[in-house]
């Protein structure tokens, strides 16, 4: 199997490509879905043996999270990362939106704050508005091709009402992977200002040549008392529908809270979750990912030079992450003569830029994890639809 075999996921109970047109207005027949961040293809065959096996066995009653799935995560953290961690550290979610829904739960009050930096993985603000909090956005500062953060600037936005920090690293959209310094004054910015941070790292795993990803815990390991790690194999394996997450959490009293949160809550994990993670964190499902990646870096050369040579387009090269942020603000259009024509003549449902904050106003998210057909077929359709740019 491989990346670029041709999958058609429509009427599959595929949020991406069946709820693409009631949500974006652009038909599954003719259209092509490049929006929510999943992947078209199939994920790791040792992944896909342990779901076979546990077919074949036939009986799917109550699980828990065994040692085999706490030793697999750790073990993943370890040779992957670099990172140390205690079985006992890992509490399981439903998910990473949950994962954060829950910290804002637990670790704040109706009515107080939560900063982001933005522009950020649009579900952030939602999340922090959806629990009755207030967002208190921290915009990062655009420089040349990347993004940097000025927290003097962070500084002085907060209103001190922030219990939490919400932060992701790297960084949907946009790619950017931090370095251990810039990590290192997030988190003390966070201990400054009493918030609690929250570590968003579910995109560790997909991080191309060049770059090298610093878990939080390693950047900032004097504060551990202060951070909550979220990390998820659903990114990285393609298994996001199984709606299994980590929080790995250090801190004894942390740990404490967040878990009577879930007991109260009767969070128990899903069996064939914890079965599928269990298969993906092993050496068989390192090579895959290498390979994975491999794709994915072919994919988004190939979009950058396909979506730069529109005049007044271009592409943030992405150090990480295959969601390629696309900058329309060099073609004199507006953002919804950008979007309409996106839509309606190219035919591609796309995160909107705005979604992400401020910051997100003049850009387009476009989900590269597919097959090179499809970066093929995207590009056709977007060098058409702004023809009149040539
Ligand atoms: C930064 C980030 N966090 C969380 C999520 C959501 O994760 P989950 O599907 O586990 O809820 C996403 C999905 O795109 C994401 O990009």
Redesign the pocket.
Same mark, same amino acid.
């Given at each position: 199997m491989s990346f670029n075999t041709a999958t058609d996921r429509r009427n599959t109970n595929c949020a991406k490509w069946d709820l693409m047109e009631p949500l974006f207005g652009v038909s599954p027949k003719d259209g092509l879905a490049m929006w929510? *961040?999943d992947s078209d293809y199939a994920t790791a065959p040792c992944v896909i043996d342990a779901v076979k096996a546990a077919a074949e066995h036939g009986v799917f009653g109550y699980g828990f999270e065994y040692d085999a799935y706490t030793a697999s995560i750790a073990w993943w953290m370890k040779t992957r990362h670099g990172w140390t961690i205690e079985k006992d550290w890992i509490l399981t979610t439903?998910? &990473?939106?949950?994962?954060?829904a829950l910290c804002l739960d637990v670790w704040s009050d109706a009515g107080d704050a939560a900063a982001i930096f933005t522009p950020?993985?649009h579900?952030?603000a939602l999340k922090v508005q959806k629990a009755g909090r207030v967002v208190t956005e921290c915009p990062l500062v655009r420089q040349d091709d990347t993004y940097i953060l000025d927290l003097e600037d962070a500084q002085s936005r907060l209103t001190g009402k922030e219990k939490l920090l919400i932060w992701?690293s790297p960084q949907?959209p946009s790619g950017r992977v931090w370095t251990a310094e810039e990590l290192r004054a997030v988190s003390a910015f966070a201990r400054k200002n009493g918030m609690l941070l929250i570590s968003?790292e579910?995109?560790h795993d997909l991080v191309f040549e060049g770059n090298t990803f610093v878990p939080m815990a390693l950047a900032a390991p004097h504060d551990i008392d202060n951070t909550v790690y &979220?990390t998820?194999a659903?990114?990285t394996f393609n298994i *996001?529908g199984q709606?299994?997450?980590n929080m790995i959490i250090a801190d004894a009293n942390l740990r404490a809270d967040m878990r009577k949160r879930l007991n109260t809550l009767d969070y128990k994990p899903s069996a064939l979750g914890v079965t599928m993670i269990t298969a993906a964190y092993s050496p068989e499902g390192a090579t895959w990912v290498d390979a994975q990646l491999k794709h994915l870096q072919n994919n988004r050369d190939l979009f950058d030079a396909g979506i730069n040579a529109i005049p007044g387009v271009k592409s943030m090269p992405l150090q990480s992450t295959y &969601?390629g942020w696309v900058d329309f603000a060099d073609t004199g259009m507006t953002q919804k003569e950008v979007a309409d024509r996106i839509r309606d003549v190219a035919k591609i449902a796309v995160s909107p830029g705005p979604t992400f904050g401020t910051g997100g106003e003049t850009f387009m998210r476009f989900n590269l994890a597919t097959q090179k057909s499809i970066v093929e077929d995207a590009i056709t359709r977007m060098q058409k639809a702004f023809a009149d740019l040539q």
């Amino acid at each position: 199997m491989s990346f670029n075999t041709a999958t058609d996921r429509r009427n599959t109970n595929c949020a991406k490509w069946d709820l693409m047109e009631p949500l974006f207005g652009v038909s599954p027949k003719d259209g092509l879905a490049m929006w929510t *961040a999943d992947s078209d293809y199939a994920t790791a065959p040792c992944v896909i043996d342990a779901v076979k096996a546990a077919a074949e066995h036939g009986v799917f009653g109550y699980g828990f999270e065994y040692d085999a799935y706490t030793a697999s995560i750790a073990w993943w953290m370890k040779t992957r990362h670099g990172w140390t961690i205690e079985k006992d550290w890992i509490l399981t979610t439903q998910g &990473l939106g949950n994962g954060i829904a829950l910290c804002l739960d637990v670790w704040s009050d109706a009515g107080d704050a939560a900063a982001i930096f933005t522009p950020v993985y649009h579900e952030f603000a939602l999340k922090v508005q959806k629990a009755g909090r207030v967002v208190t956005e921290c915009p990062l500062v655009r420089q040349d091709d990347t993004y940097i953060l000025d927290l003097e600037d962070a500084q002085s936005r907060l209103t001190g009402k922030e219990k939490l920090l919400i932060w992701c690293s790297p960084q949907n959209p946009s790619g950017r992977v931090w370095t251990a310094e810039e990590l290192r004054a997030v988190s003390a910015f966070a201990r400054k200002n009493g918030m609690l941070l929250i570590s968003d790292e579910i995109h560790h795993d997909l991080v191309f040549e060049g770059n090298t990803f610093v878990p939080m815990a390693l950047a900032a390991p004097h504060d551990i008392d202060n951070t909550v790690y &979220l990390t998820a194999a659903s990114k990285t394996f393609n298994i *996001a529908g199984q709606r299994t997450g980590n929080m790995i959490i250090a801190d004894a009293n942390l740990r404490a809270d967040m878990r009577k949160r879930l007991n109260t809550l009767d969070y128990k994990p899903s069996a064939l979750g914890v079965t599928m993670i269990t298969a993906a964190y092993s050496p068989e499902g390192a090579t895959w990912v290498d390979a994975q990646l491999k794709h994915l870096q072919n994919n988004r050369d190939l979009f950058d030079a396909g979506i730069n040579a529109i005049p007044g387009v271009k592409s943030m090269p992405l150090q990480s992450t295959y &969601l390629g942020w696309v900058d329309f603000a060099d073609t004199g259009m507006t953002q919804k003569e950008v979007a309409d024509r996106i839509r309606d003549v190219a035919k591609i449902a796309v995160s909107p830029g705005p979604t992400f904050g401020t910051g997100g106003e003049t850009f387009m998210r476009f989900n590269l994890a597919t097959q090179k057909s499809i970066v093929e077929d995207a590009i056709t359709r977007m060098q058409k639809a702004f023809a009149d740019l040539q």
